[in-house]
């Protein structure tokens, strides 16, 4: 391996050194741009799993590293939200095992509902943040965190954004651990039970644990100071210190990889020895804010480059504190439900029948564009249920009658459950009508696998989750199944539910045209792996 | 050595990106520092795509700076206009009519012959840019794009 050369995404990088390091456990749900870590990762050998939501798949990679095993947890910005609730108490125990959480963040809303900027989390859960400028630093950076997580017993977050997770950089890979940790269960109450007795010491913990990741990170922590014209002085972080370094190759240059605890002594020194500081960071001024609290006189960038990514263009804009209007690039031809898509026959449903839409995340949120025109909101993954019950209880009975919830399958699955039990529990005068557009696959993200497909992540076969069934045992009244291209079907049956004053759930099932060979593939497959073990067990008999 | 700036685009479906993971393959085998970057997700769903490929003994951001691109490569006539501020004022531009219509077997492999055709202004020598192609693509595939590679260089040499 030593002196190999390889040209790899980001993702695909994070996935090879979560090999060499001896992961024994990765988890997630597919979300752009993290989604092709693990799948990376089971092509290379390792365990992978999809987990039905990001805080499940936290959750399992939390017990995980409780037993003693380097795991990694994968998500996008937005799962971090998901997953919040575990990680900010997971901040206050002791792990054993090695534990990354990635947050692939969206600068510019590639393909994501909001840009927020996850950089705040490491502030707010008080955990490091390690942010690589390019595949090499995310190969590296996997293997420091994995050492910071184990020497300080803290999960670390690796933040990643779409640049620097699906641009291929060269990258040489390092040795694989040899005897990575063996598992094994030892108890540690006061460690892992956070009840009040547990987590007021488990706090003070936490910021000792800090206090000495600050101090490390200023005389080892993985900075890289380019020297240059003492004129100016750049601080940046993550991509856009490449962007810097290109805009303004004269500067001095420090680019921080741990950035969350700051060495700010570290940084004081760089400022003292430059004329002008500026700070380069995409999104929030997160950093610089930081620098000025700290009492370090940095210049930040306008407002206007909060908004999108950052690129050369912008970066040499922000030096020379332009702040005239940009240019705006052309329009190209917006994405749009493929040709032969199952969604296409349900919104042309729904917009003939004058529906207010309540939409919900993934490929068919395309339905709010032309020529359907048949979407009103989406804000979250599973919103489109409890958003739809809401307009439901308040609108005037004409309107509340015409709201319809549409979720896709492995939505449903992620965060769409609860919202069914809300529809039970509390059921809006006029009824509810859900559609669950179950298209076989998690279509939007390059077509995985979840707990309603009955395959795992490598397609082999596993349980499988009855959206039908599931919905009968919780009580909703009606409940059917149509086939997404027997329009004339799904229209009479929408019609008639929508009349009615009762809970209403529909599966319109068809496999996305995309996915369909595929999972023709993989359930031909797994028949014949089945017939072959039912022989093997018959000559046994 | 001075930065190669590629940018490849078309709409999806049409290979762009097949086509630069293989131009960047080729240049990373000539052994020089590649990054190669582009926007996936919604991109796939039939919009506008492009790709960049950047090249040389140092490269630092992985995208192409607007009006820096030295080639332009487009695959699809609607695009053109939409790419054309990337490129640099005395950059080249190829376009789908850099191969006429009928020269190619099977349309499919207009994104490698549009390699073949930058071929001849990028110094990448062609052993890297037929191991790149083995690599990239599926065995039974192998023949009909070395032919369309072929057909796109010999159609650039024709041109110049």
């Known amino acids: 391996m030593t002196g190999e050369r390889l040209l790899l995404s980001g993702d695909d990088a994070v996935a090879l050194a979560a090999l060499h390091a001896g992961v024994r456990l990765g988890t997630g749900y597919p979300g752009t741009p993290s989604t092709e870590i693990l799948e990376t990762f089971d092509q290379l050998g390792g365990h992978a799993q999809w987990s039905p939501n990001e805080k499940v798949a936290l959750e399992v990679g939390l017990g995980s590293a409780f037993a003693g095993a380097r795991t990694i947890v994968t998500m996008k910005h937005v799962g971090l939200n998901v997953a919040a609730d575990p990680l900010f108490t997971a901040a206050y125990t002791d792990l054993v095992g090695g534990l990354i959480v990635v947050s692939a963040d969206d600068p510019g809303m590639a393909s994501s509902q909001n840009e927020q900027d996850n950089r705040h989390y490491a502030r707010a859960a008080a955990l490091p943040m390690l942010e690589p400028t390019d595949s090499q630093q995310a190969y590296d950076f996997t293997w420091l965190g994995f050492e910071i997580s184990e020497r300080w017993k803290i999960p670390v977050i690796l933040r990643l954004t779409t640049r620097v997770c699906h641009a291929k950089t060269v990258v040489r890979p390092r040795p694989a651990l040899q005897t990575p940790p063996e598992p094994g269960f030892r108890r540690d109450v006061p460690a892992r039970v956070m009840i009040p007795a547990y987590a007021k010491p488990a706090h003070l913990r936490l910021r000792q644990k800090l206090a000495e990741i600050t101090a490390w990170n200023e005389t080892e922590g993985p900075h890289q100071l380019t020297a240059g014209d003492a004129r100016l002085g750049i601080v940046a972080t993550g991509i856009a210190a490449v962007h810097a370094r290109e805009a303004a190759p004269e500067a001095s240059q420090l680019t921080v990889g741990l950035t969350y605890p700051l060495p700010l002594e570290r940084i004081r020194a760089f400022a003292e020895g430059v004329e002008r500081l500026v700070v380069i960071e995409e999104g929030d001024p997160v950093l610089v804010e930081s620098l000025r609290a700290a009492g370090i006189p940095a210049e930040g960038k306008p407002e206007m480059y909060r908004f999108g990514e950052l690129n050369v263009a912008r970066v040499r804009r922000i030096l020379a504190s332009d702040t005239s209007p940009e240019a705006v690039p052309p329009k190209g031809k917006p994405p749009e439900l493929c040709q032969g898509c199952s969604h296409r026959g349900v919104f042309e449903t729904l917009r003939d029948l004058n529906c207010i839409v309540s939409g919900d995340i993934g490929c068919y949120t395309l339905g709010v564009l032309p020529p359907f025109s048949a979407m009103d909101t989406c804000v979250c993954m599973g919103a489109s249920i409890g958003v739809g019950l809401g307009m439901r209880h308040v609108l005037p009975e004409e309107q509340a009658r015409r709201v319809v919830s549409v979720i896709g399958d492995s939505t449903f699955v992620h965060s769409g459950i609860t919202g069914l039990a809300e529809m039970v529990y509390n059921p809006p005068p006029t009824g509810h009508v859900v559609l669950i557009l179950d298209n076989g696959t998690t279509a939007m993200t390059g077509q995985q696998e979840h707990p309603g497909t009955g395959r795992l992540l490598d397609h082999s076969p596993t349980g499988k989750i009855s959206f039908e069934a599931l919905a009968e045992s919780m009580g909703v009244q009606n409940v059917h199944v149509v086939d997404s291209q027997k329009i004339e079907t799904l229209r009479e049956l929408v019609i008639d539910l929508l009349a009615r004053n009762e809970t209403s759930l529909v599966v319109t099932r068809q496999p996305c045209v995309l996915a369909a060979p595929k999972i023709r593939f993989y359930e031909k497959a797994n028949a014949e792996q089945r017939a072959t073990e039912t022989c093997a067990a018959d000559v046994v008999d | ?160």
């Open chain 2, 1 to 160: 050595m001075k930065v190669k700036n590629i940018v490849i685009a078309g709409l999806g479906g049409q290979g762009v990106l097949k086509a630069s993971d293989i131009l960047a393959d080729a240049a990373f085998r000539a052994g020089f520092d590649v990054k190669k970057s582009e926007l996936h997700g919604m991109s796939q769903r039939g919009g506008s795509v492009s790709s960049d490929v950047r090249y040389g003994e140092c490269v630092l951001s992985p995208m192409v700076p607007p009006g820096e691109a030295d080639v332009l490569v487009v695959l699809e006539p609607t695009q053109v206009e939409i790419n054309r501020p990337t490129l640099r004022a005395d950059g080249i531009l190829i376009g789908p009519d850099a191969i006429a219509p009928d020269a190619l077997k099977n349309k499919k492999s207009l994104n490698v012959a549009l390699l073949g055709a930058i071929s001849t202004v990028l110094d990448i020598p062609d052993e890297h840019w037929m191991a790149a192609m083995h690599a990239n693509l599926a065995e039974k595939l192998h023949a009909l794009n070395e032919q369309a590679f072929e057909i796109g260089r010999d159609a650039a040499r024709a041109r110049s």
